[in-house]
């Protein structure tokens, strides 16, 4: 069967005036949600399988595995009105012309629909493998746009970053500065049996090494120890010992920067969470800043914990 892939030019850029004026309902469904178009048999078989493994994978740096999208498989009766409004949709249909093809909000704006067509199970769960990185890509970053969306309709208004250290973030005003020091900021928002925390610091630019990973938990140990206390006295945060962090090279606002994400736990206490730390080089300001999440909810989900923490990491701006 000779294959076919097509992905749409207007997912690089603008789609004609015509599209553009073409009225679609707002999209809706729950952050990190895909809805799977597909019959049983095939949810139950080797393409649910592939869908399940490529797309849907494990969530990295969290204390337990949790899923990157939380699946929802709709039959393709079921697939009409209210139920086309998803944001993410991988819709499979069987056809003698094997395809794979990417539309932009075609029912609902915004929205991507990943579309596979084949005639067998097996060659359609082959073009999954072989888009899937692509695929997670899109719907992480129109996931990542809907939650920045959703916080600016009530971000908080206050400037401690700008003041501080001449940079912002976007997130919600239910996170308040807890701590405010010559060089840290520590701001919290409660959440059920926890706290989510975003932690600001700078340091000088030449403090560099050959081991960026070491260097970051060394600096990571003595910024917990400084300004992140337990509950118990003589307790505070650490990077946890017993497994190292991830570490990507990456950029933030177009800067250079270091990607970490691990766990953390505290020294002499009993808790632990996960981390996102970006570590920005800024130039310009002889300096490195740095800007962290953490969470810290015993016994629950904290995909989309770390998920918002990630989206508001995002939204990072040097204002100097």
Known sequence: MKKHILILAC??????SKKEQRYVPDSNGNLNQVTVVMNNAQWEGVLGDAVRNEIATI????PMDEPRFSMKQLHPKAFD???????NILWFKKDSLASFELRQDQFAKPQIVAFFKGEDQELMAEYVRENATLIQELFQENERKEKLRRIKKAKANENTLENRFKISLTYPSAYKTVKDTTNFTWIEKPVQKGTLNLIVYSLPLN??????????KNMRDSIGKLYVPGRLPGSHMITEEAYLPYLYKTELDGKEAYLTKGMWEVKKDFMAGPFVNYKVKDEKNDRW????GFAFAPSLNKRDYMFELNTII???KQNE
């Open 207 to 216: 403090s560099v090494s050959s081991n960026p990973l070491t260097q970051i």
């Open 11 to 16: 997912m690089a850029t603008a789609c004609s």
């Open 314 to 316: 995002s939204s990072f």
């Open 59 to 62: 969530y990295e740096g969290l």
């Open 81 to 87: 009105g209210f139920a086309r409004n998803s944001r």
């Open 289 to 292: 800043i740095i800007v962290e």
